[in-house]
């Protein structure tokens, strides 16, 4: 799995932002509705364009980078 599978970043797409790939939905609201205690259903009827797997993928993607060993790193360079 590559983050080009599940995220486009493109300039002219919401200014670059990362977005869903084939959507104008950013990746960001995902986390922000999950941290408003939104449930993924909820999440996924709110925005059609997004399918499940695309969504779990990402959840699953942020789970690597966060329980990473390197993490200290892999901060570093997005900080």
Known sequence: MKSS????????ILS??????GTRVPV???FDHLE???SLDEYLE???????EQAI??????????????IDKLYEVVA
């Not at 670059?16 to 790939?21: A, D, E, L, S």
């Open 46 to 52: 709110d925005f059609p364009s997004v399918s499940r």
């Open 16 to 21: 670059g932002q990362p977005v869903f790939k």
């Open 57 to 70: 993928m990402l959840l699953e993607m942020a789970n690597k980078i966060i329980t990473s060993t390197n």
């Open 5 to 12: 599978d599940i995220i486009t970043i493109d300039k002219e």
């Open 36 to 38: 408003h205690g939104v």
């Open 28 to 30: 960001e609201s995902l």
